[in-house]
């Protein structure tokens, strides 16, 4: 499938002000801004395993589409939400357990590049993968 593949950040935009707005000290953005973070993604029908691996921690995550999912960011914001496929985009739709505050996230795949675009109370940011 297309998002198939090892995938490694790039370069991000307005990542910074996001964490910000998410209330990441100063501090964690920095080393954030840093992380190398790798992703390999693999899809099985609607069955999706993501193995996050960074700086600060190697996690996996298996999700299937629509079905709700608990998942903690690497600062330790607690979040749970689903992601869906419309058309050739996957959209996450998340809920963070410590205020209700929606934070919502689309992967795409735009020439070579994996580009996840995340919004939160109205700041959007995005980190660009280039595969590996």
Same mark, same amino acid.
């Given at each position: 499938m297309a998002?198939? /593949? +090892? @995938?490694? *950040?790039d370069r991000s935009e307005n990542y910074d002000k996001f964490m910000d707005k998410m209330g990441v000290n100063m501090v964690k953005r920095k080393l %954030? %801004? !840093?992380d190398n973070l790798k992703l390999i993604i693999t899809q099985e029908g609607n069955k999706f395993t993501v193995k996050e691996s960074s700086t600060f921690r190697n996690i996996e995550i298996i999700f299937e589409l629509g079905v +709700?999912? !608990?998942y903690s960011l690497a600062d330790g914001t607690e979040l749970t /939400? +689903? @992601?869906s496929l419309e058309g050739h985009k996957l959209v996450g739709k998340f809920t963070r357990v410590d205020n209700g505050n929606a934070l919502n996230a689309v992967r795409e795949i735009i020439g070579d590049?994996? *580009?996840q675009t995340y919004t939160y109370e109205g700041v959007e940011a995005k980190r660009i993968f280039k595969k590996n």
């Open positions: 998002f198939d /593949g +090892t @995938w490694k *950040v %954030a %801004a !840093h +709700t999912f !608990h /939400g +689903t @992601w590049e994996l *580009v």
